[in-house]
């Protein structure tokens, strides 16, 4: 299932939002707003490679995709136009190979084309030298090219490769200073990386952290980086949870529980397609069942807090609505423990039996 085929599901429940109360309206609908941006306007992310030629580039996508992307003597094979790297079944990336010597006529014709997520110097560790000074200069007249969007402008990244002899530290401190002697660099600047012992998962971090929201998700199942998709899912599952307390503390016995299974089944889908797996409502619907989560008791359960209401008036829809986001919450960390972080079914169990326990939204992951 791709991501759009859920296009005609959140059209159907904004339009069975505007059916409820108007005072819960748009709560809802910003609830859902993050989602769509996430699933429906999902795209890969846009990166802009400088620096010197023959540097960078292997390395930075290896570290990305934890795997050779290149064969020999590929690497260096540029022609200055932007070009899709994918990696089979979690997504691609658009990269465009802005290093020396690639004409900057032809480079900037393709960032007016295309507009960048965020720019990348990498370097070689002792490789401060003398050809730096040309690679800042080429720099500088790149990044002004693109025109900030929605005010700002893509930020950039310095990386440090791996090279021979000295400290890495200090090669890293060293590049850092030299991209701020140039002011047009230095406000663009958001940190300077060295891309070793582990600078892989940390690298998909930090580009994901200058990404539009849209570019995230793709990053996240490109890198198979557990933090960065367990940061993205914990998104879904506030919005889900929340949505689904407010819509089952309405009372409309019965009718809503379509509308909070249905949801509840497309932010399993979702966390899936989060880890890198494919989308599939059909088995969500069999994880949720796998889990032990009883359809039959949870109608039983938020029907008699709604019969509640002829004893205390507005409480049993108070606890109608919590039981119906209690079960999203624990539902979707059991998810994430099993699709993302590899917890067999029996543990995911009880995750989410014991996360039924406890107040959602409140407590940390």
């Not at 996430?38 to 290896?62: C, D, W, Y």
């Not at 949870?241 to 249905?262: E, K, N, R, V, Y």
């Not at 108070?318 to 079960?327: L, P």
């Amino acid at each position: 299932m791709k991501p759009s085929s859920f296009l005609p599901f959140y059209e159907k429940l904004e339009s069975l939002v505007h059916k409820l109360p108007q005072g819960i309206q748009d709560p809802i609908l910003r609830e859902i707003t993050p989602i769509k941006t996430l699933f429906l306007m999902q795209r890969p992310p846009h990166i802009v490679l400088v620096g010197p030629n023959g540097a960078g580039k292997s390395e930075l996508l290896t570290a990305l995709f934890g795997a050779e992307v290149f064969r020999p003597g590929e690497e260096n094979l540029n022609d200055g136009h932007w070009q899709t790297i994918g990696r089979a079944g979690r997504g691609s990336l658009r990269l465009l190979d802005a290093r020396r010597p690639i004409s900057l006529p032809l480079l900037r014709e393709e960032l007016m084309q295309e507009t960048p997520d965020l720019f990348i110097f990498a370097r070689p560790a002792g490789q401060i030298d003398d050809t730096l000074t040309a690679d800042l200069d080429h720099a500088v007249q790149l990044l002004p090219v693109v025109a900030p969007k929605d005010g700002t402008a893509p930020k950039l990244l310095g990386l440090l490769l791996p090279g021979a002899g000295g400290d890495a530290e200090t090669a890293r401190q060293e590049l850092h200073a030299a991209l701020h002697t140039r002011p047009e660099l230095s406000a663009r600047m958001v940190g300077t990386l060295a891309l070793s012992d582990g600078g892989g998962h940390r690298l998909a971090e930090l580009i994901a952290i200058e990404l539009p929201a849209e570019a995230q998700l793709e990053m996240a199942r490109l890198s198979a980086n557990r933090v960065l998709q367990k940061q993205i899912a914990q998104v879904v599952i506030k919005s889900v949870t929340a949505i689904c307390t407010a819509i089952g503390a309405q009372p409309i016995p019965l009718a809503d529980f379509p509308i909070l299974t249905s949801l509840q089944a497309t932010m399993v889908a979702g966390i899936m397609h989060i880890s890198g797996r494919e989308m599939s409502l059909k088995l969500a619907g069999e994880f949720i069942a796998a889990l032990g989560a009883n359809v039959g008791l949870g109608i039983a359960l938020r029907e008699g807090a709604r019969a509640a209401v002829k004893l205390l008036p507005g409480w049993g829809n108070a606890i109608s609505g919590a039981v119906a986001g209690a079960g999203t919450y624990s539902m979707g960390h059991a998810a994430v423990a099993y699709f993302i972080e590899g917890v067999s079914l029996t543990d995911a169990r009880g995750i989410f039996k014991k996360r039924k326990k406890e107040p959602p939204l409140l407590k940390e992951s």
